[in-house]
């Protein structure tokens, strides 16, 4: 265990030559400890994720888009799921959204984009050798890693998957004769969820742990970049909501398999009265939100975070209102666990709570708002460079503009009346919540690519991703709003039953074929990728001139991610464009002492005490050192 | 033979692509500016911003004004002209939110791209600023909360004592209507008493239901106080009836409500959109399973009168099947057989 105790302290890290382990190719590649390697296996695993997921609203988008379509030849992979006429079975659909809902919620975007970057960036961007704890690190990709396994497994079933919506409400899902994939896939459903929150609390812990302890030296926590303030509220969400989800599960399995009655009352199914009574639906919904509504900060926030980062880097400027940009996420953290019955105003809820709720859920609207105009004012007066990196932070903002504002008319109870499982909400939270974060996930690939792989992605690739992702999904997702307006219905495999939706079937085929044209444009991605970590140009140690500390690493760092000793932080992430400087950036690592031009008046105070702490770390440097000889 | 060809083709446009990529990386390599801090391509990306935002915002616009009468649906209900108003104000305030914010969103990357000769502002806070926009959205969406919690609480209140009631049941895969009949009162239901023939599980022991009645369309009156007593027998339905601005989840063992006033008969909607074939639908919005996109019920607005007739009309459940009652303790049987033939 080298890396734990020469993590603990800087001056040890003489001694790290010593203890450098040759690794093989399994402790190297598979059973890794080392957090870059783990960041990287959460990416892939994520990449393929989402790939299934992308494929799955492709089938899903057809059906909705061109109900006529003859579809015999996805027979050869969807076997018995195309129905005798050629079409696709009812059960199947409600099968993809589900599928669709889970993997890119859970796997992707939770898994995908907190379990890449807050492994990868944590200990290179504070300070440390590696994760508080190696191993549970490890742990927690494996734990996805078999979750992942059962729930691919899932899909190949003869019942089917999961198919009661991503929500999995009771009684549906409760009961195998509701619908076929409540059977096994449910079952199934229920265990990677489970190993999955595993992984989620193995992962936060160590997050947590690691921030609050291994930080280098100088590295306060007003000094932390703002990725690792969001890695670390979202980490602390998901440890105090994860396990509320597990508990809903459970209760759920209990249900399923041993005849308890927590959710189920007064049923009467398949052609028999079941004995189930006293419990209640919406006990389930109320646990699941409460994991629920975090899980969408839990996806988001490490969005904003590297969003944060890369804007301000782009634009040359220190990222505005660091201070309120860490409130704004504290109170958003905070504020997330009181919000999670506005998913529940037409659920039978208690009026009264309705508008506790509805109050609530307004509040957390306005340190979104303050994020959002933070970051505008960064943009202003920058001097801006389109890295792709950049291009999709931007674009994460208007996406987080987008959505967020259509999240007012549904946080209000009377709104939501008629919006409520609607079009509209579809509209909103994949714009807010899914498109934003995945272009939060696109963002921090194309900006930490170099230092993941040593070599740089192709930009001109990354700017025609970026565009026509950025149209695609504003052509995909913004028409729904109308749709959600006309009252469709969401989860509907045909609206032509209906009066009142036998319409706009040009515009869903519009949306159909927008999200093809979208999801083609991620091969770009792919190939760039998978093409640029082999053949791509070597990148620079600093190829985008940042502050924070990973970049003062080696091309490929090691296990332990400094040959030496680990650099000492002397200021804020965020010295860009500092009047007096000479370049246009000063890293974390450069003390202030050396920067007389350009320090602010209250930095010239702390002049005096960072050269007494230099001279008191030499001494003790040296007495050290005359101890061991 | 088509399916070679296709592969042919996919084949060369992708070997086609390749090349491009490989002789642009080439160039921009002889060229050195990949070294260079900020290429070509900054003022391209700098300009396509304010291309998408001049594009985006007209497509935004011509649909929206375009399709406002096919997305608007027409509504019918008293609270729904109050939730519709909520939503346009609503809709008023985001929007010029949304516009601002993305003018100045795509407009700032044109006007500060990357210029070597410039530095960019070192302006790392402004508390004042930050108090501005943290107490101007407050302000702006406490007013939008105050309006949506009086409507809700109005909407949400108990409904008045001369509410006609209407139960709604919903099941997989369809939605089962019960009326209370003359006296007004829904008899009790008991899910272990459902039945081919008693589909709601009507206690027929309490003498209120004696005069129940289900109907194969939701019939209310127009101007009138209508009650839904909503529940469900099997799993989670929701009752959504899109004109009247309604929704409310079924739940099995927990019955829920909603009551609203509607405003338009049918034949006045009709005459109104132009539209003899136009109903008033009830669909169902919590997912249920297979059948979850096809649980249709009508609902046929009248005027009080002819409500009034077609409620008399109506035929209660043990007239039309006397074999319900038929089990009865005698003393109830006395007094159902007494219902029964003051129908005949």
Redesign the interface.
Known sequence: MATANVATHSTDAHDHHDHEHHDNFITKYIFTQDHKMIGKQFLVTGIFWAIIGGLLSLVFRLQLGFPDMELEWLRPILGGWITPDGKLDPEFYLALVTMHGTIMVFFVLTAGLSGTFSNFLIPLQIGARDMASGFMNMLSYWFFFLSSVIMFISLFIETGPASGGWVVYPPLSALEQAMPGSGLGMTLWLIAMTCFIASSLLGGINYITTVINLRTKGMSFSRLPLTIWAFFLTAVIGLLSFPVLFSAALLLVFDRSFGTSFYLSDIYIGGEALPNTGGSPVLYQHLFWFLGHPEVYIVLLPALGITSEIIATNSRKPIFGYKAMIISMLGITILSFVVWAHHMFVSGLNPFLGSIFMFLTLIIAIPSAVKVFNYLTTLWRGNLIFTPGMLFSIGLVSFFISGGLTGIFLGNSAIDIQLHDTYFVVAHFHLVMGSASFFGLMAGVYHWFPKMFGRMMDARLGYIHFWATFIGVYLVFFPMHYIGIAGFPRRYYSWTGFEFSNMYTDLNMFVSVAAILTFGAQLIFLFNFFYSMYRGRVASLNPWRSNTLEWTTPLHPGHGNWPGEIPAVYRWPYDYSKPGASEDFIPQTVPLSATPESNLPHEQELVKLEKQIIADEEADLVADESKES | MYGFLIAVGVLLLLSIIWMV?RI??LV??VKGS?KK??TG??K???F??VI?LIG?GIL?FW??IK?FD????PVASEH?V??DQ??WI??A??GI??II??I???W??YK????ET?????????NK??LI??TV??VV??L??I???K???D??APAPEKSHVVEIMG??FAWEVRYPGLDNVLGEHD??L?SASNVS?VDFTDKNAFDDFTSPVVVIPKGEPVLFKIRA????H?V?A??M?????A????P?RFWFTPTKTTEEMRAELNDP???Y?I????????????M?KEIRVVEPEEFRKWLSEQKPYIVNNPSLVADLPSELKELADITISEYK
């Open positions: 990529y642009q990386t921009s390599v990949d801090i900020a391509s900054n391209i990306n700098a396509m911003f998408f985006g935004m649909y929206s399709e096919n997305y608007n649906l729904g109050v939730t909520l939503f609503t809709m305030v985001t939110v949304f914010t993305h100045l969103l795509f700032f990357p500060y791209q990357y210029k410039r530095k960019a502002d070192f302006y790392p806070d402004n600023l930050e926009w943290t959205p407050a969406l406490a939008l909360v309006g949506g919690w409507a809700w609480s909407i949400t099941y997989q899910y272990r459902i599980g027998r099997d799993v989670l929701s959504f899109p004109h601005r309604l929704k409310m989840d739940v099995p063992g927990m829920t074939e136009f109903v639908e669909a169902c919005t919590e997912i249920c399973g297979r059948g979850h996109f096809s249709k």
